[in-house]
């Protein structure tokens, strides 16, 4: 397994250093950023020498994806922008979580907000096939969105997308808060990305880890052997990093079955 963490262009040599795979990026930031200062972050990146594989945080908070104002025209151009940009800096994942824009407005029927969240991954998908970028639909808990809260929801909303690119992530924080079984992950099998983050409070992991074997152990059975991103919350990264990287890769090694 390889292991990266999500943080800013600001920590890539320090990453690398540390001993980091990867990082992940917010994408909906990286698209907002002017020429000049992408030409920067660019630069940066590869300065330090490690690339963004991964980024998180598809859209903008303030983009509509399935309520009434939502305009599939401002989507389409968004992804091209921001889909050219991962590539340019070493994507190949872009994580759709972005809660707030695909929640269900109170007025529509669930089967109508979840056909155009099909709509939006199916168009996600294609363009992002063309950058040789793949998808990966992230279940979040049902404090930051109503649609899609579980694994098999997701493995759900990326098998009606119908995109060979297009596939389920994850994210050990949003299940333990859900209190969704890891067995989950082996019912769906194909696991496109993972986030890792200890606790209800999404703390960097740390101590013996115990909480989180359930998760490895799933990944295991599931025979999955792909990335793992720390997606958690330290006033301390340079500290806690390090820390929380050694323990991931004890866990996976160790591997216990469920």
């Not at 250093?17 to 630069?43: C, M, R, V, W």
């Not at 950058?131 to 493995?155: C, K, Q």
């Not at 359930?214 to 295991?220: C, D, E, N, S, V």
């Not at 866990?251 to 216990?256: A, F, I, M, P, Q």
């Amino acid at each position: 397994m390889r292991f990266g963490i999500c943080t800013s262009v600001d920590n890539a040599l320090w990453a690398r250093k540390t001993g980091f795979d990867y990082i992940e990026l917010p994408a909906s930031a990286t698209g907002q950023l002017n020429a000049q200062e992408f030409a920067h972050a660019k630069a940066e990146l590869e300065t330090a020498g490690i690339r963004a594989e991964r980024f998180n945080l598809l859209f903008p908070k303030t983009m509509s994806l399935i309520g009434a104002d939502a305009d599939l025209q401002i989507v389409k151009d968004w992804l091209e922008t921001v889909f050219g940009r991962m590539h340019e800096m070493g994507g190949t994942v872009a994580v759709f979580g972005s809660g707030k824009c695909r929640n269900l407005p109170q007025d529509m029927g669930f089967a109508g907000g979840f056909s155009r969240l099909v709509a939006v991954v199916k168009l996600a998908g294609e363009i992002a096939s063309r950058y040789g970028i793949s998808i990966a639909v992230e279940p979040l808990n049902r404090s930051e969105t109503n649609m899609v809260n579980s694994v098999t929801e997701g493995a759900m909303l990326a098998y009606c997308a119908d995109r060979a690119n297009v596939g389920v992530l994850a994210d050990w924080y949003h299940m333990t808060v859900e209190n969704e079984p890891a067995e989950h992950i082996c019912m769906v099998k194909k696991i496109l990305h993972t986030h890792i983050a200890q606790g209800t409070l999404r703390q960097y992991p740390s101590g013996s880890g115990k909480e989180l074997l359930p998760f490895f152990a799933a990944l295991k059975k599931a025979e999955y052997n792909g990335t793992m991103s720390i997606e958690g919350k330290t006033d301390a990264i340079k500290e806690d990093g390090p820390v929380a990287l050694a323990l991931l890769r004890e866990l996976s090694e160790r591997g216990e079955r469920i």
